[in-house]
């Protein structure tokens, strides 16, 4: 049995990248609160797992002069009978129960406190890798359609792309390769866990610093972005340095870096403006 648990364990560690000691306080947990349903004799249930001798679970009593707690506490007598004539007032013993007594319903409650912690830590290991990546710029493939949502199939998470974040007028197929930004990371237990973009200036800004090595090396900055998805974007462009038109370097020879972003986001028309403190050049 041990060594099917093991496996089990090894097996949801792979498929879903959780920690093995986070998968294994999950089975620990969830038999634990599966024994206490099964005996329910108030005891304080324990439970241990080692590979070589699988799961035990322990019933912790307290030893006492008399009695008044019967599921937490043991006679001095009978505790001399279980652990040696050692014992003395006050000790807390480890006393084995039964694993082999867990009925079925016992079972299917570990089974669904199982699958619960696990997908507790799959979604808290999916967020620690995500939440430092919103607004980047990610590769993935179309996996499927739900109700108008396009579900982003980016390797580690199935993302959603709502509706409301698709450009206007794209039209995707099942398996197609799309570049999103990462809009939103939820650790909620409910809705998307990844939400992604294909609206959000973040794009925009993220596909000029691909395409531009003056702004991903910083001597051109991407001062302001905005966009009507789908229809037309403008960004405004400073540069660091005085010999380099930052104009110039977004359009690139004969628009050839421009013309890479348009292709990407399907025709959208963008305008470069040099950036001014003037209000009235945005008009």
């Given amino acids: 049995m041990s060594a099917s648990i093991g496996q089990s364990i090894d097996a949801v560690c792979k498929e879903k990248g959780i920690d093995r000691d986070v998968v294994i306080e999950a089975v620990k947990e969830a038999v634990r609160a599966a024994a206490r349903k099964q005996f329910k004799s108030g005891e304080e249930i324990q439970v241990e797992w080692a590979p070589e001798t699988g799961l035990e679970i322990f019933a912790s009593k307290v030893v006492v002069e008399e009695i ?3 599921g937490r506490e043991l006679s001095l007598d009978e505790a001399k009978e279980l652990a040696g004539d050692e014992v003395e007032i006050g000790d807390e013993l480890q006393l084995p129960l039964p694993v082999e007594d867990m009925g079925r319903i016992a079972a299917q ?3 669904q406190i199982l699958f619960q912690k696990v997908r507790d830590a799959e979604r808290a290991n999916i967020y620690e890798q995500y939440i430092d990546k919103v ?3 990610v590769n993935g493939y179309i996996k499927r359609f739900e109700r ?3 579900i982003v199939d980016l390797g580690t998470v ?3 792309l709502p509706r409301n974040q698709q450009s206007r007028g794209e039209q995707w197929n099942q398996g197609e390769r799309v570049r999103v930004a990462i809009e939103d990371v939820s650790k909620e237990s409910k809705g998307p866990q990844v939400v992604v973009s294909r609206t959000s200036p973040e794009l925009i800004k993220r596909l000029f610093e ?3 090595p003056e702004i991903y090396d910083g001597t051109v900055v991407i001062k302001s972005a905005v966009r009507e998805p789908g229809e037309r974007a403008k960004i405004a462009v ?3 340095e005085r010999d380099v038109d930052p104009v110039g370097a977004c359009v690139g020879m004969k628009g050839s870096r421009v013309q890479a972003i348009i292709r990407e986001l399907r025709g959208e028309k963008i305008d470069i403006i040099e950036w001014s403190d003037e209000p009235s050049v945005f008009a």
């Fill in 68 to 70: 008044t707690n019967p």
């Fill in 109 to 111: 409650t570990a089974k």
């Fill in 135 to 137: 607004g980047d710029l």
């Fill in 148 to 150: 108008g949502d396009l």
């Fill in 158 to 160: 199935e993302a959603v």
């Fill in 210 to 212: 691909m395409e531009v």
């Fill in 238 to 240: 400073a540069s660091i």
